[in-house]
């Protein structure tokens, strides 16, 4: 991967706030300069289903991510970051929210919701930049669950590749959120980025 | 990103936008008076900004009752001299063709421009038709954007082709075109077709000439005549518009890569990252095909690439132009099994095809994992999307189920004919209420169809929106012909899988304003049903009465469940139910029979989701041991 170039693949469940925080990424990166495209999944996909977006940041024309060549990936959910892992590679930063949400078909199923600790310590015997955070622990904090998209973003803005300084993600969050949100959202988004930063 | 920046925004702004959003902004800078769309993903979002745009943008702007008439009030306007747009997914064309495959011939005096959104790999739709097809069907031109500044630049370019023309211009977009998100530099807003008038939007005239809009077959013959000679005619242009352009990266390139829509951002990508000498020719304007262009870009090429979605069209067209011209060059693409016939492309898809023809060795980019994570990979639990809690599609599906089992009708003797729309998730467990789907509104004319076929019992499932745009014509044809089955309308007081947009039940129009709500209820009545009745899903036993009563009747009953969307803006949510542990006895129906994804079984125990319970209440009526209980309000 060329050194301008940077892919993030952003997953979760329909109605965490995954297309807004993907927006709000490439809205920044062009104000940075680069050239971005994204891609993302409306309509049936919702409704509690898996969603996910995909950004590609730099001299791309396509907007899906090739298999394993993920930069990042952020994870509004645990389980959905293992769905994911078919884009990531052994340097993949996979920065993920470690609160389950249980799919509504499994209590009438046989299988079974992965145990969590189990999923984070094999992620980490698996790749190198591994970083749960407990996103919704900040998005309480912060006044609101609907804060947790920030809380991630937070996080994710703190890793150590992450191409896009702190205040262009904030200035366009500002541009996409509503102003009477704004503080709460950037205190969660404040959390988030202090429980990664090293 | 506020949409009022779509109106506002200057010549040479840049904002980061959606395929869909990038549409809106060309159809106001192309000088746009009147649009009009049934909503359907991937197009949808077009629908949901003009529908808040409209009255800014000077747009009159209506969600109509299915496509066709959308395509009605589009070739209408643009006959009468107006720029119209009309925006549909794939199939929503089938319901148009009937006036879509005529409008060639009537022709337009102002810009329309069609744009249909396919939908490869089927996201959200019944099949994956290729677009393309339609417009070799009915002579129209077709334009394909890879990317949101092209759907921008097509849309301006489109309405002036298609003024120049004068026949509609197909924008044809996929999913991966309509909902890519890109940077888009904005350019100058043209002036409105028309005059001024007292309504928002400026007003066209008619100029009466039936021997050129009438296709009576004393007319007709000459109109396609008119029709053929125009594309014959402009296909020699073709070669020469800006959006088809041959992109050289080596001048002693023996490659050649042709490919149109968002396969042309997957195949560039790997062609440069696999360092490929090969060049380019990127077919934006696709029909009618630009064959000298294509003539002129392959003469001296040893081997082709057509890289494309779906159908293998283009190819077809470059096998074409070999074939004229007695040349011998390998086509590589749908035809040899280079590519898949199937599904949307990706970058890995494409280089699968290419490092096959062209026998290189791609990079081995998987790598092994522990034995513990790839457990977890292949046993983790799916995540369909499933009805929301507390929607009311889940309460009657559970009705039926209830009443059935108090008639004593086995779930398996009864036929569900299901529809297109939330409730199609009805399929999944445990509810398993839909066994046939052909299209929108196909519930009823397939109830007619099972109901003279069978002697299996026949239920229908079709929602609000969809019951107005195809319900009503297979309902009277039910009635009247004496067919005998049981049509349940869903109406939930939207269209609701698309995101919310009004539809004709309701008293408001696509432009925010009050309108005539049109009764489900007397239309049903009009139609002859011999059993016609309102229930609140929510209330489960006058529901379950009712269809037991349903179930004796002879001929076609409609049971209109009657319970609005959660979705739904200003929807108002009740105390969220909880657990009484003192009475729940683990018995599991709840979570077995119901599958409301509020309810969850945690550590043994029986648990609603606080946030997510918008108090239905329905759980509370199937436990039979008093385990649920609410707040009053």
């Known amino acids: 991967m060329s050194e301008n170039n940077y892919s993030i693949y952003i997953c979760g469940v329909g109605g965490q706030g995954i297309i807004k925080t993907s927006t709000i990424i490439g809205e920044a990166v062009m104000n940075e300069g680069y050239n971005v495209v994204m891609s993302e999944i409306h309509g049936m996909s919702q409704r509690g289903g898996s969603v996910s977006t995909e950004l590609k940041i730099g001299d791309f024309k396509s907007s899906i991510l090739e298999n394993h060549t993920a930069d990042m990936i952020l994870g509004f959910e645990p389980s959905e970051v293992i769905r994911g892992l078919h884009k990531a590679n052994k340097d993949t930063y996979l920065v993920f929210n470690t609160t389950p949400i249980v799919p509504a078909q499994l209590a009438s199923s046989k299988q079974s919701y992965p145990n969590v600790d189990f999923m984070i310590n094999s992620l980490k015997q698996n790749f190198n930049n591994v970083h749960p955070v407990d996103g919704n622990a900040y998005a309480k904090e912060a006044g609101s669950m609907l804060s947790l998209n920030m809380a991630l973003l937070g996080s994710a803005v703190a890793v150590k590749s992450f191409p896009i300084s702190k205040d262009l993600i904030i200035e366009a969050m500002k541009n996409n959120l509503k102003e009477k949100f704004h503080k709460m959202n950037i205190k969660a988004f404040e959390l988030g980025y202090n429980a990664v930063k090293q | 990103m506020g949409y009022e920046q779509l109106v506002n925004g200057k010549k040479g702004d840049k904002l980061f936008l959606l395929g869909n959003e990038a549409a809106v902004r060309g159809a106001i800078e192309a000088g746009l008076s009147v649009a009009a769309t049934y909503p359907g993903t991937p197009s949808s979002e077009i629908g949901n900004i003009l529908s808040v745009i409209a009255k800014d943008a000077g747009i009159y702007f209506e969600f109509s009752t299915n496509e066709k008439v959308a395509m ?114 904005f350019g100058d807003i043209q002036k409105q077709n028309g005059k001024e008038s007292e309504n928002h939007w400026n007003t066209g005239h008619f100029d009466k000439n039936p021997e050129a809009y009438v296709p009576v077959p004393a007319n007709s013959a000459g109109m396609h005549e008119r029709l053929v000679d125009k594309i014959d005619d402009f296909s020699k242009k073709s070669a020469k518009s800006e959006f088809n352009k041959i992109i050289t990266t080596s001048e002693n390139a023996k490659i050649g890569v042709i490919a149109s829509s968002s396969a042309f951002n997957y195949v560039y990508d790997v062609v440069n990252e696999d360092n490929i000498e090969a060049n380019f020719l990127k077919l934006g304007l696709s029909y009618p095909a630009p064959n000298d262009l294509i003539l002129d870009f392959i003469k001296d090429l040893d081997q082709i690439f057509v890289v494309e979605e779906v159908d293998p069209i283009i190819e077809r067209d470059v096998l074409l132009v070999i074939g004229l011209n007695g040349l011998s060059i390998p086509v590589h693409g749908k035809i040899d099994g280079t590519f898949p016939k199937i599904k949307e492309f990706n970058c890995d898809i494409v280089r699968k095809g290419l490092s096959k023809v062209l026998g290189y060795e791609t990079e081995k980019r998987c790598f092994a994992k522990t034995e513990d994570l790839n457990k977890i990979i292949e046993n983790l639990p799916g995540r369909a999307p499933t009805l929301c809690a507390g929607c009311s599609h889940r309460a009657t599906y559970y009705a039926v189920k209830q009443a059935l089992k108090e008639a004593k009708i086995s779930q398996d003797d009864v036929i569900f004919a299901s529809d297109i729309g939330c409730y199609t998730l009805g399929i999944n467990a445990p509810y398993r209420e839909a066994d046939y789907l052909l299209s929108m509104g196909s519930s009823i004319g397939d109830g007619c169809g099972f109901s003279v076929s069978t002697d299996q019992m026949v239920m229908s499932f079709i929602g609000d929106s969809t019951f107005f745009h195809s319900g009503v014509a297979p309902l009277i044809n039910g009635a009247h012909n004496k067919h005998k089955f049981i049509v349940t309308v869903l109406d939930n007081r939207i269209t609701a899988m698309t995101g919310g947009q009004p539809n004709p039940g309701m008293p408001i129009d696509g432009m925010g304003d009050e309108a005539p709500e049109i009764s489900i209820r007397e239309l049903a009545k009009a139609s002859k049903a011999s059993f016609v009745r309102v229930v609140n899903p929510l209330n489960l036993k006058q529901t379950v009465d009712t269809y037991k009563k349903a179930f004796e009747n002879d001929g076609v009953s409609v049971i209109i469940a009657k319970s609005p969307c959660t979705l739904i803006k200003g929807f108002h949510k009740k105390p969220p139910v909880h657990v009484n542990y003192d009475k729940c006895t683990n018995c599991d129906t709840c979570i077995n029979e119901l599958a409301c994804p509020a309810i969850s079984k945690i550590n043994d125990k029986i648990v609603v989701n606080q946030s997510m319970c918008t108090g239905c209440s329905i759980c509370m009526q ?3 041991y008093g385990g649920f209980e609410q707040a009053q309000e």
């Open chain 2, 72 to 185: 009605e009030v589009a070739a209408t306007s643009a006959v009468s001299g107006l720029r119209s747009f009309t925006f549909m997914k794939h199939v929503g064309l089938n319901v148009a063709a009937d006036s879509f495959v005529t409008t060639g011939y009537s022709g337009v005096k102002g810009g329309m421009v069609i744009l249909v959104a396919d939908d490869p790999s089927v996201f959200s739709s019944q099949n994956e038709q290729d677009t393309r097809n339609y417009a070799r069907l009915a002579n129209i031109p077709v334009l394909e954007p890879s990317n949101p500044q092209e759907v921008k630049d097509m849309m301006v370019y489109g309405f002036n082709l298609s003024e120049e023309l004068e026949i509609p211009v197909i924008i044809r977009t996929t999913t991966r075109v309509s909902h890519m998100r890109g940077i888009v530099e």
């Open chain 2, 622 to 624: 199937i436990c039979q």
